[in-house]
T-cell receptor, first 113, second 112 residues
Framework: KQEVTQIPAALSVPEGENLVLNCSFT??????LQWFRQDPGKGLTSLLL?????REQTSGRLNASLDKSSGRSTLYIAASQPGDSATYLC????????????FGKGTHLIIQP | EAQVTQNPRYLITVTGKKLTVTCSQN?????MSWYRQDPGLGLRQIYY???????DKGDVPEGYKVSRKEKRNFPLILESPSPNQTSLYFC???????????FGSGTRLTVV
């Protein structure tokens, strides 16, 4: 049974810093690894999806990497801004989408102005 | 606009009164799932569906039912809600492969 862990659970940094959020998963036989953003009390916004055949994906100031052999993914945020404050969730797709996603508990990120 | 629509967004109900949370997607996706989100426990899967008339239990199915009579709709049914089902619920859909999952805006349910 897939298990996903995110470290740290919470992070507070000054504006402008580059930062890395970590995600680990126990079963390396995944199809995709998807990163989401969630604002308080709101829905999930998909940020990046990395397929099992890929090593990384980039969107603007965000870069996500995937190392299946070690069961790890990282989300790199460059030049952080107060608007980046949110909870970041990673989720593993172990069944090609058919049986849903397994989520980590998230990293609550605060960017101090 | 491609989207997953959940209704209602907010619901307060009493213990034992049957309710249905609707979920509809307009992307012709085969795969749909329901999750609940609770503080400290994260998002946990309740049920999922791989196609019309094909559903299966997730990690926390007790107290819930689902049906998939049409491809676009995947309602979540609480036959006899209890206070421990107070939670934030999300529906999601996907076509699989490299496209990932799209989530609805959520339903905040309070059972008193």
């Amino acid at each position: 049974k897939q298990e996903v862990t995110q470290i740290p659970a919470a992070l507070s940094v000054p504006e402008g810093e580059n930062l890395v959020l970590n995600c680990s998963f126990t079963d390396s036989a995944i199809y995709n690894l998807q990163w989401f953003r969630q604002d308080p009390g709101k829905g999930l916004t998909s940020l990046l999806l990395i397929q099992s055949s890929q090593r990384e994906q980039t969107s603007g100031r965000l870069n996500a990497s995937l190392d299946k052999s070690s069961g790890r993914s990282t989300l790199y945020i460059a030049a952080s801004q107060p608007g980046d404050s949110a909870t970041y969730l990673c989720a593993a797709d172990s069944g090609g989408g058919a049986d849903g996603l397994t989520f980590g508990k998230g990293t609550h990120l605060i960017i101090q102005p | 606009e491609a989207q997953v629509t959940q209704n209602p967004r907010y619901l307060i109900t009493v213990t034992g009164k049957k309710l249905t949370v609707t979920c509809s997607q307009n992307m012709n996706h085969e795969y749909m799932s329901w999750y609940r989100q609770d503080p400290g426990l994260g998002l946990r899967q309740i049920y999922y569906s791989m196609n019309v008339e094909v559903t299966d239990k997730g990690d926390v199915p007790e107290g819930y039912k689902v049906s998939r009579k049409e491809k676009r709709n995947f309602p979540l049914i609480l036959e006899s809600p209890s206070p421990n089902q107070t939670s934030l619920y999300f529906c999601a859909s996907s076509t699989g492969g490299r496209y990932g999952y799209t989530f609805g805006s959520g339903t905040r349910l309070t059972v008193v």
